[in-house]
T-cell receptor, first 113, second 114 residues
């Protein structure tokens, strides 16, 4: 049972344009969502998060939007840069709040110069 | 801080051999997680520890997999016997407390079982 889903395995955008990465979830009890970024041969690193009481969180070029009614969140990167090329994972803490994170399958973003 | 340290970074072995992956969490972190990354399933949690005690091992694929945390600064993930389908990247992560949700990942061990 995949509670966090990223249905697009890959995305390619031109440098300077907007990148939109999507994530869907099934558990309405999730109260926190995170995005992690992963470069090849490295471990994932935390990028940005959003609480379920908000619908938007912005950090520089990165913005997370949360639509609770649709159980959907998205990560916007504006403007996209070649250095943003990486795998992006969305994640949510398990409902039991044990410190356990549930990750999506990841989306590989390629930003072309 | 050196971050989460994993060894080896790469492992190539033959089917049936025992494989041991090692992890040193960030000092002071009381949670340690083992993940496996595959193309099909993304990042899967295998097992996690709190204060060196295994809390949830429901993600461990089968009895061939075992994990230990003998002290706060060291953990191992063992596969015995290994099979080709175990080929993946294995990550260790650590964090402090159960409140904040950010986990800090090591660089991973890329395992290839021939």
């Amino acid at each position: 049972d995949q509670q966090v889903k990223q249905n697009s395995p890959s995305l390619s955008v031109q440098e300077g344009r907007i990148s939109i990465l999507n994530c869907d979830y099934t558990n309405s009890m999730f109260d926190y969502f995170l995005w992690y970024k992963k470069y090849p041969a490295e471990g994932p690193t935390f990028l940005i998060s959003i609480s379920s009481i908000k619908d938007k969180n912005e950090d520089g070029r990165f913005t997370v939007f949360l639509n609770k009614s649709a159980k959907h969140l998205s990560l916007h990167i504006v403007p996209s840069q070649p250095g943003d090329s990486a795998v992006y994972f969305c994640a949510a803490p398990s409902a039991s709040n044990t410190g356990k994170l549930i990750f999506g399958q990841g989306t590989t973003l390629q930003v072309k110069p | 801080d050196a971050g989460v340290i994993q060894s080896p970074r790469h492992e190539v072995t033959e089917m049936g051999q025992e494989v041991t992956l090692r992890c040193k969490p960030i000092s002071g972190h009381d949670y340690l997680f083992w993940y496996r990354q595959t193309m099909m399933r993304g990042l899967e949690l295998l097992i996690y520890f709190n204060n060196n005690v295994p809390i949830d091992d429901s993600g461990m694929p089968e009895d061939r997999f075992s994990a230990k945390m003998p002290n706060a600064s060291f953990s191992t993930l063992k596969i015995q016997p290994s099979e080709p389908r175990d080929s993946a990247v294995y990550f260790c992560a650590s964090r402090v407390g159960a409140g904040g949700e950010t986990q800090y990942f090591g660089p991973g061990t890329r395992l290839l079982v021939l």
